[in-house]
């Protein structure tokens, strides 16, 4: 009597979740190698990106510098004087000059001094 017998084999549920468990950690293994990778593509764009300013920094502290440069040189009272004397203008004469009493050296109080020899004028 011969009939056809199939062999069942049950699975063991240690196997299954040793499985399950190697999965797991070789997810997590590779999405932290991701995490790694990903972190050190940013560093070196952030490398790229502080070389870059550090070129634009230099350069504009250089433009900084010659343009300092040359408003000093456009500031020369020398170059001040042959630029006035170029358009026609000359030095004033004396009578040109009027001092305001506030500004004279010497004399203390500015204003209320002016304003109180002005009173002493007015009063006999």
Do not use: N
Request: net charge positive; with cysteine.
């Amino acid at each position: 009597m011969t009939t056809h017998q199939h062999l069942h084999r049950e699975q063991d549920p240690r196997v299954r979740r040793s499985l399950v468990r190697a999965l797991g950690w070789s997810a997590l293994l590779v999405a932290c190698f991701l995490a790694i990778v990903g972190l050190r593509v940013q560093q070196v764009h952030l490398a790229y990106r502080l070389d870059a300013l550090r070129a634009d920094r230099a350069r504009t502290e250089k433009l900084i510098r010659q343009l300092e440069v040359q408003v000093a040189t456009l500031r020369s009272p020398s170059r001040v004087e042959s630029r006035a004397r170029a358009l026609g203008m000359t030095a004033p004469s004396r009578d040109q000059v009027h001092l305001a009493r506030e500004y004279v050296a010497g004399t203390t109080g500015g204003m209320a001094a002016a304003r109180l020899a002005r009173i002493e004028a007015l009063v006999p």
